[in-house]
């Protein structure tokens, strides 16, 4: 007899983010006004695929600020939202705010029934959860620009994380690339 729990598709933490062909998710100041610029059709209707398939956001609150700043409002509001802060206390949207501990909330998380989980940005936040073991699958949709300095999507050192390439597509000017992490819980 099998336990009902193992019957529940375990839900996945997933970070799909665009970057520059050298490598950075942001300019120094951390705009990705860069992004806007570019004829991004057919990313922009992976993207939508891609968010039709997850349920819940959880990001920084430096990411959280962008966001709003860039769209004008929240644009989850249709999505269970997590920015995690310590300074950041309450929003004006339905967004929780978290000032616990990253891997234990997220690996609740990752226990609850649902959908997948996009983990929208913060470099210090991926590098924790990847080093908790926490990342499920990397989208990387690289941007034919080049911004010689900025953001790195890793914030610091990190030791080898093993990466199996899923995918790999051409979206006009742009290439996604799907990892499944190695080492996720």
């Known amino acids: 007899m099998t336990n009902e729990q193992d019957k529940v598709p375990k839900r996945r933490v997933i970070l799909q983010i665009a970057q520059s062909l050298d490598g950075f998710i942001a300019e120094r100041n951390g705009s990705t006004e860069w992004l806007t610029k570019l004829d991004s059709t057919e990313a922009e209707s992976a993207y939508q695929r891609f968010?039709?398939?997850?349920?819940?956001?959880?990001?920084?609150?430096?990411?959280?600020?962008?966001?709003?700043?860039l769209a004008g409002s929240y644009p989850y509001s249709d999505k269970k939202g997590y920015v995690f802060s310590t300074s950041l206390h309450d929003t004006d949207d339905p967004t929780t705010v978290v000032a616990g501990n990253v891997v234990h909330f997220v690996e609740s998380l990752k226990a609850e029934k649902g959908d997948d989980i996009w983990l929208v940005g913060?470099?210090?936040?991926?590098?924790?959860?990847?080093?908790?073991?926490?990342?499920?699958?990397?989208?990387?949709?690289?941007?034919?620009?080049?911004?010689?300095?900025?953001i790195s999507l890793v914030s610091h050192d990190l030791p080898d994380v093993n990466l199996k390439l899923v995918n790999g597509r051409q979206l006009g000017q742009f290439i996604q690339l799907t990892y499944s992490v190695g080492n996720s819980k």
Not at 51 to 67: C, E, L, N
Not at 137 to 142: A, G, K, M, P, Y
């Open 51 to 69: 968010y039709s398939s997850i349920d819940t956001v959880i990001m920084g609150r430096k990411t959280y600020q962008r966001a709003l700043k």
């Open 122 to 150: 913060g470099a210090d936040i991926f590098t924790t959860l990847l080093q908790a073991g926490l990342i499920d699958e990397l989208i990387v949709t690289i941007a034919p620009v080049l911004l010689g300095d900025g």
